[in-house]
């Protein structure tokens, strides 16, 4: 199986989690890694061409980031939006991610507990992804069970090291 993570940090050299996931993901046979800030530059600015062959060389492609109020760096919304096009991804003949599957890992600051309707961010981490549920269901991709690293902040760097 082919598998892309596609990291969307805005300065991964200032992260701790999302690097170390980047980092130790970068070594796996199998996986590519793409850190999307290092690919569009500050005017995250995508080819398509190139954005779409990697992901029909896919199987399963990986969403990495760290959550931005309640949603995702710019850098993923500027790759979805110039890169998932019609005649690719949907609309006549967009095919082309049919079959593949779709992860999410995400980092959150606030603990898992806050993320429940009676806590202080009142939803849960599947009700803020539903977007991408619905952008695989669109797509014709199955959504797999995101991945959710609570409290990133607060995590001890060597135990992440090892997770
Ligand atoms: C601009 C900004 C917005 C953030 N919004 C949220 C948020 O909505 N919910 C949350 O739990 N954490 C939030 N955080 C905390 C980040 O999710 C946390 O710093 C990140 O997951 C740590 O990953 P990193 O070490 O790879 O940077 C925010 C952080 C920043 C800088």
């Known amino acids: 199986m082919n598998t892309l993570v596609l990291t969307a940090h805005p300065n991964l050299a200032s992260s701790s989690v999302n690097r170390m996931w980047f980092n130790a993901l970068s070594t796996v046979e199998g996986v590519t890694t793409r850190d999307l800030m290092a690919v569009g530059g500050p005017e995250m600015q995508f080819d398509p061409a190139v954005e779409q062959a990697l992901l029909r060389e896919a199987d399963r492609i990986v969403l990495q980031f760290p959550f931005y109020w309640y949603s995702t760096p710019p850098v993923l919304k500027a790759w979805l939006d110039q890169v998932l096009l019609v005649g690719f991804a949907y609309g006549p003949g967009g095919t082309q991610l049919h079959g593949k ?4 890992v995400v980092s959150t600051g606030g603990p898992a507990e806050s993320y429940q309707s009676d806590g202080i961010n009142s939803f849960s ?4 992804l539903a977007p991408f549920q619905q952008t695989a269901l669109m797509v014709g991709m199955t959504y797999l069970p995101p991945f959710v690293l609570h409290s990133a902040m607060s995590r001890d760097r060597t135990r992440l090291n090892s997770q």
Request: net charge negative; hydrophobic share 75%.
């Open 101 to 104: 599957e779709l992860m999410l």
């Open 125 to 128: 981490m599947l009700e803020f």
